[in-house]
C-alpha cells in the first residue's frame, strides 16, 4: 500500500514542480511520474533525516522538499533533451 501511495504522491509533486517552473518542458507523464517518485523520495528523507516523519510517511515538510527537489530533477532532465522529441509533423518528410 505505501508504494501505491508513492506513486500517487509522486504524481501530484511531478504535475505542482511542472506548474512551478516557467515555460514548457518536453517531457510526458511518465517521465513527471518517475521524477516526481524521486522528489518524493527525496523530500521524505530529508523529513526523516529532521525527525518530522517517516520517509512514507505524508508531511507537509516532506511534500514541500519533494516538490523543490522534483523541479530541479524536471529542470535537468529539460536541460540534458530527455523527453525532447519532436512532434511527428516536425520530421522530414522520409521519417514519417
Known sequence: MQILGLILI????????????PG???????????LGIGGALVGGIV???????????????GTIVGVIAAAGLIGAADAAGIGDRRRR????????
Do not use: C, H
Request: a positive charge.
Open 10 to 21: 509522486g504524481l501530484i509533486i511531478g504535475i505542482l514542480a511542472r506548474l512551478v517552473l
Open 24 to 34: 514548457r518542458q518536453r517531457i510526458g507523464v511518465a517521465m513527471t511520474l518517475l
Open 47 to 61: 523529513a526523516s533525516a529532521l525527525g518530522t516523519g517517516d520517509v512514507f510517511e505524508l508531511n507537509i515538510l
Open 89 to 96: 509533423d516536425e520530421l522530414p518528410r522520409g521519417r514519417r
